[in-house]
């Protein structure tokens, strides 16, 4: 019995850990060139966006543009705004999705958004 509790335990801890990744699809960038590009994009923006539309959201939530910033650490490339790490495929700038335009593959996400 004490054996099933352990697997049990083992495959909600992994299930846990799975999720948040699939959550972050352009969070982490493998190269600095989709990310410097990202950054370059989101300066020129006129309007940001966040939208998460396979997480359920109804509405975009506009973002305050401020310090934008592109950084690397031991899990890929990242871009931040205002201090935080943008996932770039919930972000929109123009109505555009940023992932696809800054060329980071993204799944389930419409390619642009109504102001």
């Keep these: 019995m004490k054996r099933y509790f352990v697997r049990?335990?083992?495959?909600?801890?992994?299930?846990g850990t799975i999720q948040p990744a699939m959550a972050d699809q352009c969070m982490y960038?493998?190269?600095k060139d989709v990310a410097d590009r990202a950054a370059g994009i989101l300066t020129a923006a006129k309007t940001i966006q966040s939208f998460c539309a396979p997480c359920g959201d109804?509405?975009?939530?506009?973002?305050r543009k401020g310090s934008i910033s592109v950084g690397n650490d031991e899990?890929?490339?990242?871009?931040?705004?205002?201090?935080?790490?943008?996932?770039?495929?919930?972000?929109?700038?123009?109505?555009?999705?940023l992932a696809k335009l800054a060329g980071c593959a993204a799944n389930d996400v419409p390619d642009s958004i109504q102001d």
């Design 8 to 15: 049990a335990l083992v495959l909600i801890a992994l299930a």
């Design 29 to 31: 960038l493998d190269t």
């Design 75 to 97: 899990w890929g490339h990242y871009v931040k705004m205002n201090g935080d790490i943008l996932d770039l495929a919930y972000t929109y700038v123009d109505g555009k999705n």
């Design 58 to 63: 109804s509405a975009p939530e506009f973002l």
